[in-house]
């Protein structure tokens, strides 16, 4: 019996996304007699009934390439269900759209919020797979998720080549990378890359202590410091605030990030050069490194595995060395956040690395 199936990949674009649609493919190919069908843009595509046939000579080459050749989109799972402006209501919308599909299921490649609307889609009956992508590392219920090695290893290429101006001038470099919520991508960087100070969403930092830590620095003779923080992070005093208390104090204080406000915090009341360097988007282009190529392609191959054995409902997930399956409502609206106590928290911390706590 052929299988038809939907591929969807949606929010922020990432490496692997594609490794993980040929591992997919083929392994399907492989497994069952299987047909595709790449629905454009993510959920936007699945909701205004926007797709296209792919026949198994557009999964070739693509285990290299970045992005996604299906395009993406963010379409924010809070949304789902409200009726807005075009009155669309975009659940029956996407309901009614898989079923003129003719699809057996729909794999859907993608974050946090991604999850959200995959478990609502497999509770509205469809047959849903999820595959977990990004860089942020913060989906619940898997070790790792495909393009978080891809953006360490450009992230730590950045700080590794800021040391060169950051010691040649004796400055304070602060960089600020990517990751609202959770700190795995600059945890990981910064250490990596030897930072002195690393600071993350996940533990709330005192400008004081900052300035501490790059103190010591001098003392032991080096001139220069290096911080790695993430997009995310937040001091102290905004930690206690309410999430549109916060936007309104940032707002006021009119710094484009917070790398910015740092480094301008710094030079104030240090008197020493501060610089910033903000890589963006850079850290999730390009070509899955090896590593993301091969779990990408494990995750896909499982995620195959799945529809062959039609076992919906559940999204592929690393545990240990294994390739697993979590339910979809179980990891639907959680995040995998850096615990404060880790043991690789506590490792930077007895390497000396300030978390400004
Ligand atoms: O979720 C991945 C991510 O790169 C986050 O680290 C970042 O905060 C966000 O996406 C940026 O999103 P966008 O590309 O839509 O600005």
């Given at each position: 019996?052929?299988?038809?199936?939907?591929?969807?990949?949606?929010?922020?674009?990432?490496?692997?996304?594609?490794?993980?649609?040929?591992?997919?493919?083929?392994?399907?190919?492989?497994?069952?007699?299987?047909?595709?069908?790449?629905?454009?843009?993510?959920?936007?595509?699945?909701?205004?009934?926007?797709?296209?046939?792919?026949?198994?000579?557009?999964f070739g080459g693509i285990l290299t390439l970045g992005g996604t050749i299906l395009?993406?989109?963010?379409?924010?799972?809070?949304?789902?269900?409200?009726?807005?402006?075009?009155?669309?209501?975009?659940?029956?919308?996407?309901?009614?759209?898989?079923?003129?599909?003719?699809?057996?299921?729909?794999?859907?490649?993608?974050?946090?919020?991604?999850?959200?609307?995959?478990?609502?889609?497999?509770?509205?009956?469809?047959?849903?797979?999820?595959?977990?992508?990004?860089?942020?590392?913060d989906i619940w219920g898997t070790d790792v998720t495909f393009g978080f090695h891809?953006?360490?290893?450009?992230?730590?290429?950045?700080?590794?080549?800021?040391?060169?101006?950051?010691?040649?001038?004796?400055?304070?470099?602060?960089?600020?990378?990517?990751?609202?919520?959770?700190?795995?991508?600059?945890?990981?960087?910064?250490?990596?890359?030897?930072?002195?100070?690393?600071?993350?969403?996940?533990?709330?930092?005192?400008?004081?202590?900052?300035?501490?830590?790059?103190?010591?620095?001098?003392?032991?003779?080096?001139?220069?410091?290096?911080?790695?923080?993430?997009?995310?992070?937040?001091?102290?005093?905004?930690?206690?605030?309410?999430?549109?208390?916060?936007?309104?104090?940032?707002?006021?204080?009119?710094?484009?990030?917070?790398?910015?406000?740092?480094?301008?915090?710094?030079?104030?009341?240090?008197?020493?050069?501060?610089?910033?360097?903000?890589?963006?988007?850079?850290?999730?282009?390009?070509?899955?490194?090896?590593?993301?190529?091969?779990?990408?392609?494990?995750?896909?191959?499982?995620?195959?595995?799945?529809?062959?054995?039609?076992?919906?409902?559940?999204?592929?997930?690393?545990?240990?060395?294994?390739?697993?399956?979590?339910?979809?409502?179980?990891?639907?609206?959680?995040?995998?956040?850096?615990?404060?106590?880790?043991?690789?928290?506590?490792?930077?911390?007895?390497?000396?690395?300030?978390?400004?706590?």
């Amino acid at each position: 019996m052929k299988r038809r199936i939907g591929l969807l990949t949606a929010g922020g674009d990432c490496p692997g996304l594609n490794a993980a649609i040929r591992g997919v493919a083929y392994a399907s190919y492989n497994m069952f007699d299987a047909e595709f069908i790449g629905i454009n843009d993510g959920f936007t595509g699945l909701i205004e009934g926007s797709y296209t046939f792919m026949p198994p000579s557009d999964f070739g080459g693509i285990l290299t390439l970045g992005g996604t050749i299906l395009g993406t989109s963010r379409t924010p799972y809070r949304n789902m269900r409200v009726i807005e402006d075009d009155n669309v209501d975009k659940v029956a919308a996407m309901k009614r759209n898989y079923a003129a599909m003719g699809l057996d299921c729909l794999i859907t490649l993608g974050g946090n919020g991604t999850h959200k609307t995959a478990n609502l889609l497999a509770e509205e009956g469809l047959n849903v797979i999820g595959l977990p992508k990004t860089i942020d590392n913060d989906i619940w219920g898997t070790d790792v998720t495909f393009g978080f090695h891809t953006a360490v290893d450009i992230a730590t290429d950045v700080v590794d080549r800021i040391h060169t101006t950051a010691n040649s001038h004796g400055r304070v470099m602060v960089i600020e990378l990517m990751g609202n919520k959770a700190g795995w991508l600059t945890l990981y960087a910064g250490l990596g890359g030897g930072a002195d100070i690393i600071l993350l969403p996940e533990i709330p930092y005192d400008l004081d202590s900052v300035i501490k830590s790059i103190e010591k620095r001098s003392t032991h003779k080096r001139n220069f410091a290096i911080i790695c923080i993430a997009e995310g992070a937040m001091d102290t005093e905004e930690a206690k605030l309410k999430k549109k208390q916060l936007e309104q104090k940032r707002a006021a204080e009119h710094f484009t990030s917070v790398g910015q406000r740092l480094a301008s915090n710094i030079q104030e009341k240090m008197g020493v050069e501060a610089r910033v360097v903000i890589p963006g988007h850079y850290q999730r282009g390009g070509s899955p490194s090896p590593y993301d190529r091969v779990l990408a392609t494990r995750f896909g191959a499982h995620a195959a595995k799945l529809i062959r054995d039609g076992e919906y409902g559940y999204t592929v997930a690393m545990d240990g060395d294994k390739i697993v399956r979590n339910k979809l409502s179980d990891v639907a609206g959680k995040t995998k956040l850096v615990p404060a106590d880790s043991e690789i928290i506590t490792t930077a911390r007895r390497m000396g690395i300030g978390f400004g706590d």
